[in-house]
């Protein structure tokens, strides 16, 4: 079925680094843009970035611009986040989400990774 | 940046109710404004995309409208399956963003 997978989560101490993926399935993965989003414990959603079908073009919210940076290898159908400078408010859950027919709304969400920072 | 500002941040019904909630935006997003709705411990799940089209698969007693800056999402007849929170999102500008989210709870 249509579905992706997040993995990578973790506990690191502030400051470190940690290396997000996503793992699509069930669809044409090289022709759709792909997102993060993540959620706060307790708190609303926050998009965090977004690539393009062929990894032309990313772009980032203004809360990790600079540390974050989203790839793609659509000949291994796998989607990345990797996270530098993690902070304490990097927190959250994050979610992988396809990009439903180019209206930068996300039709298939994963169930999500857990990343906390704490020293 | 695009702001979203939902309302209320909350609220209470009973099974049976018609649900309203308002999404406002800081400034004109076109239809480029959709609508999710997450369950606790679960991930979103689209309900309306472009303001008012019902993504496959969802009952008919949801339904969208608005336009410009200011949106609405409508339950008509709330079912015990509803209580959730709802977010909406606007997608008109590159840098993406959600409203704060609207808690639907039981009365």
């Known amino acids: 079925q249509v579905q992706v997978v997040e993995s990578g989560g973790g506990v690191v101490q502030p400051g470190r680094s940690l290396r997000l993926s996503c793992a699509p399935s069930?669809?044409?993965?090289?022709?759709?843009?792909m997102h993060w989003v993540r959620q706060a414990p307790g708190k609303g959603l926050e998009w965090v970035a977004v690539?393009?079908?062929?990894?032309?073009?990313?772009y980032y919210a203004d809360s990790v611009k600079g540390r974050f940076t989203i790839s793609r290898d659509n000949s291994k159908n796998t989607l990345s986040l990797q996270m530098n400078s993690l902070r304490a408010e990097d927190t959250a859950v994050y979610y992988c989400?396809?990009?439903?027919?180019?209206?930068?709304?996300?039709?298939?969400w994963g169930q999500g990774t857990m990343v906390t920072v704490s020293s | 940046d695009i702001q979203m500002t939902q309302s209320p941040s909350s609220l209470s019904a009973s099974v049976g109710d018609r649900v309203t909630i308002t999404c406002r935006a800081s400034?004109?997003?076109?239809?480029?404004l959709h609508w999710y709705q997450q369950r606790p411990g679960k991930a979103p799940k689209l309900l309306i995309y472009?303001?008012?089209s019902l993504q496959s698969g969802v009952p008919s007693r949801f339904s969208g409208s608005g336009s410009g800056t200011d949106f609405t999402l409508t339950i008509s007849s709330l079912q015990p399956e509803d209580f959730a929170t709802y977010y909406c999102?606007?997608?008109?500008?590159?840098?993406?963003?959600f409203g704060g989210g609207t808690k639907v709870e039981i009365k």
């Open positions: 989400a396809k990009e439903f027919l180019g209206w930068g709304a996300f039709d298939i």
């Open positions: 472009a303001v008012s």
């Open positions: 999102q606007q997608s008109f500008t590159t840098l993406l963003a």
């Open positions: 690539i393009s079908y062929d990894g032309s073009n990313k």
């Open positions: 069930g669809f044409a993965f090289s022709n759709y843009g």
């Open positions: 400034q004109p997003i076109s239809n480029f």
